[in-house]
């Protein structure tokens, strides 16, 4: 796969059974569940790094609003083992590193598409496949 995040890279054409758009906590659950289940994914995500909310709004005094531990995946027991919060509510910096470390963990930044935008999104319910291009001129079909 090219270096997704290389400004000058060639548009990229995919025939996947997911595609995800967004990077967040949700699009890298799905992300990794979707490898579980044995299906071809992709993640667009327009940003340059992992974490959704946490990765845009860096504003002085951001935090969760629940305790962490509540924030945190519960897919993998050994990821609740390898992470310790340092506050109740964890501040945005922390969240951030943690969504870092879980992409590092399960290994999904080569399945992003980072710096990448969808300019478009269409279902064809003749073949019952989506079809989603980018702002870098990707063309991706996707069953889900």
Sequence with gaps: MPDTASPDRSP??????MAIVGAGFAG???????RRMGLAARVIEAGDGVGGTWYWNRYPGARCDVESMEYSYQFSEELQQDW???????PQS?????ANHVAERFDLRGD???NT???????????????????RGDRVTARY
């Design 117 to 135: 935008r969808v300019t478009a999104a269409a279902f064809d319910e003749d073949t019952n496949r989506w079809t989603i291009e980018t702002d």
């Design 112 to 114: 992003i598409h980072f």
């Design 28 to 34: 890298m659950y799905m992300l990794y569940r979707a």
């Design 12 to 17: 990229i054409t995919d025939s996947l059974d």
């Design 94 to 98: 922390e969240i951030l590193r943690y």
């Design 84 to 90: 310790s919060w340092s506050e109740r509510y964890a």
